[in-house]
């Protein structure tokens, strides 16, 4: 009998997103649309000012209003022991503040309506005595002596300081820099942005008097470790806790910590018996959750005569807000920041780093980043270009000149990374023959004759990206493997469950065509579940670009687990042995003889119906993977753009990316996050900012002054491609989410360095608005 | 992001809507679009007693060309002035302003007339009409006044018009001689509201200017006319320095103040680089006209 195979989906197959036909049709099922009977509404008062002594909560006048059910204060939560709950750094952090208010937009009281708007309108009409304290907005601030002290709650924190940490051999760096011909030095400030989620955070809690059993609907990136720290926090059995992440509406990070909406609405939940929904709006969304970046960075570059690098010393001041909230692998005080060397064969490095405590929002979180990858990748590939201008070499030759070679790799940095594999020169190669970069650069120099203000940015980024191992990585204790459960059912379709969430990612596609690849079930017969903690298997999550790298190399593993019991069961369909069957694009055939076969869903029949003696019957399987190491893609990006020495305006020409993240599973879903990476690096490069003013209130605290790039703003983008397959993952993949935005911002500030560098301007901080370009013109005499 | 309550009125005949208003004065707000107000009762940082709503209205949804004049009535919306022939025969800057308004969903809503009474400092219309010499027409249930747009921006969000007045029209002056126009805006993305915006208009006489209009945006406590500047061009040919001297005065109207957008310092060099820039396109349109 000839059996047909049907293959669609295989690794490097470009099908179309299996999720996108509810998506475009308006049937997603995102947290705002589930409706529960009896479901409650509740809204978040929140402190105006940045800090501020609580004098009293006079809540009577909001508790009479219609509809209202209840005024949640921190008094009330105190007595639940539920005022403060825990960070996941270790520290803690006010549910409702009891004491003081921390940070402008900090959650004081909320109240619990029948309707949203009642719960609004009474929110209006509670009561809040403040005496106003000097706000502390900057770690330059925070440690000034006399700085008023944030965090007088902690019984041994005599100053704003969190942490100091350091990598690195702080003596040979030293020695090197004695050595060195020129020290090129950049200090510059990566501001505080936001992953603005275009869907806010919110959940609805339903706790079941009867049952015990308390549901909650949740927009998380990582249900099962928020399941576990509810567990923790609430001391509810973790039976009882049932974590739901609908479709998410994008996450960047943001939907990873627990905010202290989630814990007083289940909290109310509990006490009232009716479900109660939580939803931010935009401000509250951008005031008080997760933020990004916020570094104030120092680096210095040791190079010799001939344009080698010689050591890289390194510090960084850290603005972690009112409470040290960054969601981050625990031993890492500073993230994985330490990758700080970047693509560059540097001999020895010092990394040191101090957090501080300031009364801005908590939460650092890597905001499409694996954890400060971005801000150092920001600051190595910034004082490059800086250092290739001081000397008077090309951009690309001298990081040509400085790259890890190909032979180096398996390469352990100076600062105690072991990066994976990379052939970094041949994607620089790939991208400046795309541009055409030596044509550009004689380009440049005739437009500039002219007086032209234009230039050419250049950044290659090295990644660290798929945490952990679990030994190495970890949060609060729990180790960052990732699992995968597969269930083949009888006529041969398959459901696959993760212990990740897609945000927009594509998993349902992505991970169904891995099952494709390794068992031959096409990927149209394959559904992928993430998200419910009582059905999916524990995992810590999607973000740090770590579902193709671990949950995608556990998803490869059991189905070589499920294929392993296939040949089995095929060799006793086929009485033929085991070992005299040869497995290729989704069956079992005996050697010498392709005709005579079993396809994987005649497997899948016979392990229901047809079992030899003593197997258990069934074809399904879980893999908790934990990763040997970290993946680390790279790439080359380039970028041209054109300054308006009117206005100062930033007109981006060109962009090109050559990406290297390994094997590509979905060749299109790799391009389509790329290409939403490099928008959002060009929203942070020229738009983006959260910023304070000297009472500590937020400016870009909604959509008109927090600027996010449209398709309007975005340049057209060149992608291009090269292939160095990870050696230790199952498939070669390497995880792609977040390296346009950790490389892109660099290659964007870089092109208006260069463009800005015959007038002796070497450094503009980002977002580089035109009013910051045409001061840096005017000052250097430049006009229209 | 829940508005306060408030009470709603649709009336359907301009008399009922007048009387409404002069029975409840400064408790009521008018809303045509709704594209300035809606966001901010969301905000709650407006709480009006009554919203009411002149949608339904008939007969204010024309452009209309009347004695020497282009009447704009109070529901014709940014779209339709966008894809207006008309205004594209006699006010094209008219049409190029329109497509700089907010994004695609506020212009299918939002309308010139209730731009123009919101009076943000840094809408765009205000400038068109200061630059246009364009009068607006304002109904009571008492009276009809018509003011010219120099007397009606009095500062933030505030008009010449009273709590019982509704502004049923704009009129745009029609030029004899050739002219030109150009609005110049700057803004950090689209849909922002403008860092600096700039609107020129240029009437001819053979070789020399006959009268000129220059409305600024976003750069003072409302819109301004950059009278000094206006007056420098008049009667003169406009070499490079009659213009380059015209864009300092109008600088020199300016009067913005340091924000997030831009240093004061910055916002006056687009207004004198916008204006150079516009008046040379106006002069350059105007003359493609005679031709």
């Known amino acids: 009998m000839a059996t047909e195979v049907h293959m669609h989906g295989r690794i490097g197959e470009s099908i179309k997103r299996k999720e996108d036909g509810r998506f475009i049709r308006g049937k997603g099922n995102y947290l705002d649309d589930i409706e529960l009977p009896g479901m409650l509404h509740m809204a978040i008062l929140r402190s105006p000012h940045a800090h501020a002594r609580i004098s009293s909560v006079d809540t009577a006048a909001a508790s009479g209003m219609p509809g209202v059910i209840a005024v949640v204060t921190g008094e009330l939560m105190a007595q639940h022991k539920l005022a403060w709950m825990p960070t996941l750094s270790y520290d803690t952090q006010a549910v409702l503040a009891t004491d003081k208010v921390r940070f402008q937009g900090q959650e004081v009281a909320a109240v619990i309506a029948e309707s949203k708007y009642q719960a609004e309108d009474a929110r209006d009409a509670i009561m809040v005595d403040y005496d106003v304290l000097p706000a502390v907005i900057s770690p330059q601030q925070a440690k000034e002596a006399g700085a008023a002290l944030i965090r007088d709650d902690k019984e041994n924190q005599k100053d704003n300081h969190i942490y100091h940490w350091e990598a690195g051999d702080q003596e040979t760096t030293k020695a090197a820099f004695a050595k060195a011909d020129k020290v090129v030095r950049l200090h510059t400030f990566y501001p505080r942005c936001h992953p603005a989620p275009l869907e806010t955070c919110g959940c609805i809690a339903d706790v079941n008097g009867a049952t015990g059993k308390a549901t909650i609907y949740m927009t998380s990136q990582a249900p099962h470790a928020i399941r576990t720290v509810f567990a923790l926090v609430t001391g509810l059995p973790e039976q009882n806790i049932r974590v739901i992440s609908p479709d998410i509406g994008g996450g960047f990070g943001n939907k990873v910590p627990v905010y202290p909406g989630y814990v007083v609405a289940t909290a109310a939940s509990l006490l009232i018996g009716r479900p109660v929904k939580w939803v931010e709006d935009r401000t509250e969304n951008l005031i008080s959750t997760g933020f990004a970046r916020d570094f104030h960075m120092t680096g210095d570059l040791a190079v010799d005569k001939d344009g080698k690098m010689l050591a890289l010393r390194v510090h960084l001041d850290s603005d972690n807000g009112a409470f040290f909230a960054d969601a981050q692998p625990t031993k890492f005080k500073a993230g994985l920041f330490h990758i700080v060397t970047g693509s560059y064969d540097i001999p020895t490095a010092h990394v040191t780093a101090d957090g501080y405590y300031t009364n801005k929002a908590p939460g650092g979180v890597a905001y499409r980043c694996s954890f400060r990858v971005t801000e150092a990748s920001y600051l190595i590939e910034r004082l490059v270009t800086n250092a290739a201008i001081e000397l008077g070499m090309d951009q690309a030759e001298f990081r040509m000149k400085n790259f890890i070679q190909p032979e180096q790799f398996p390469y352990h940095s100076a600062t105690g990374w072991v990066y994976d594999s990379g052939d970094y020169p041949k994607a620089m190669n790939v991208a400046l023959e795309q541009l055409g970069y030596d044509e550009l650069r004689k380009d440049v120099k005739a437009r500039r004759k002219k007086g032209e203000v234009t230039g050419i940015g250049i950044a290659s980024f090295t990644e660290v990206v798929g945490a952990g191992h679990g030994a190495e990585f970890d949060i609060l204790g729990l180790r960052m493997f990732d699992s995968a459960e597969l269930r083949v059912h009888p006529t041969g379709k398959a459901i696959l469950r993760m212990g990740t969430k897609s945000q927009g990612q594509g998993h349902e596609t992505t991970f169904a065509q891995i099952v494709t690849e390794e068992l031959g079930i096409p990927a149209a017969d394959v559904a992928v579940e993430e998200g419910d903690t009582d059905t999916a298997p524990y995992g810590l999550g999607t973000y740090a670009s770590r579902s193709t790298p671990v949950a995608g190399a556990a998803t490869a593993m059991v189905a070589r687990k499920l294929r392993d019991k296939g040949r089995k069961i095929a060799a006793h369909l086929l009485e033929a042995a085991e070992e005299d069957l040869e497995w290729e694009s989704g069956r079992f055939y005996v050697k010498g003889s392709p005709d005579k076969a079993k396809t994987i869903q005649e497997i899948a029949f016979a392990a229901y119906t047809n079992i030899p003696d003593g197997m258990e019957a069934g074809l399904e399987g879980v893999h908790y993977y934990d990763p040997p190491n970290m993946t680390y893609p790279f790439g080359t990006y380039a970028v041209v753009i054109d300054i308006d020495k009117g206005t100062g305006q930033v007109k981006v020409r060109r962009v090109v990316a050559v990406d290297d993240c390994g094997v590509r599973i979905n060749p299109m879903i790799v391009e389509g996050q790329i290409h939403g990476g490099l928008a959002e690096g060009y929203g942070i490069a020229f738009m983006e900012l959260i910023t304070f003013d000297p009472e500590g209130n937020c400016i870009g605290s909604n959509f008109i002054d927090y600027l996010l790039p449209t398709a309007w703003e975005t340049p057209r983008f060149e992608l291009g491609e090269t292939v160095t397959p990870s050696p230790h993952h199952p498939l070669g993949a390497k995880g792609v989410g977040e390296s346009p935005t950790v490389g892109s911002p660099a290659a964007y500030v870089n092109a208006v360095m260069d463009a800005l560098a015959p007038y002796g301007v070497t450094n503009i901080d980002m977002p580089v608005t035109s009013d910051k370009v045409w001061a840096a013109l005017r000052a250097a005499g430049v006009n229209e | ?291």
């Open chain 2, 1 to 291: 992001m829940f508005p306060a309550a408030f009470d709603y009125r649709a009336p359907t005949s301009l008399d009922e809507t007048l009387s409404v208003l002069k029975q409840h004065g400064e408790a009521a707000k008018v809303m045509a679009g709704g594209q300035s107000l809606i966001p901010l009762l969301k905000l709650r940082f407006s709480r009006p007693e009554l919203v009411v709503d002149i949608a339904r209205l008939p007969g204010l949804n024309t452009i209309r060309r009347d004695d020497g004049h282009l009447a704009i009535g109070a529901l014709v919306r940014h779209v339709d002035i966008a894809g207006s022939k008309e205004l594209a025969k006699t006010a094209p800057m008219m049409v190029e302003a329109a497509n700089w308004i907010a994004d695609p969903l506020v212009r299918n809503r939002g309308t010139l007339v209730g731009s123009v009474c919101h009076a943000d400092p840094a809408g765009d219309w205000g400038s068109v009409m200061l630059a246009l010499s364009a009068e607006i027409v304002a109904r009571s249930a008492a009276s009809e006044r018509v003011l010219h747009s120099s007397d009606f921006f009095k500062g933030p969000f505030e008009t010449a018009l009273k709590a019982e007045e509704v502004a049923t029209e704009v009129r745009i002056p029609v030029r004899k001689g050739p002219s030109g126009g150009a609005y110049l805006k700057l803004e950090r993305r689209v849909g922002d509201f403008a860092t600096v915006a700039v609107a020129v208009q240029v009437e001819l006489d053979g070789d020399k200017v006959a009268s000129c209009g220059i409305g600024l945006t976003a750069v003072g406590p409302h819109n301004i006319k950059a009278t000094e500047a206006e007056r420098s061009l008049d009667g003169k040919e406009p070499t490079d320095q009659v213009i380059a001297e015209a864009a300092r005065l109008a600088a020199e109207a300016a009067e913005p103040k340091d924000d997030l957008r831009g240093s004061a310092a910055y916002k006056k060099d687009v207004v004198r680089v916008f204006v150079q820039r516009g008046l040379k396109t106006a002069i350059a349109r105007a003359k493609e006209v005679k031709a």
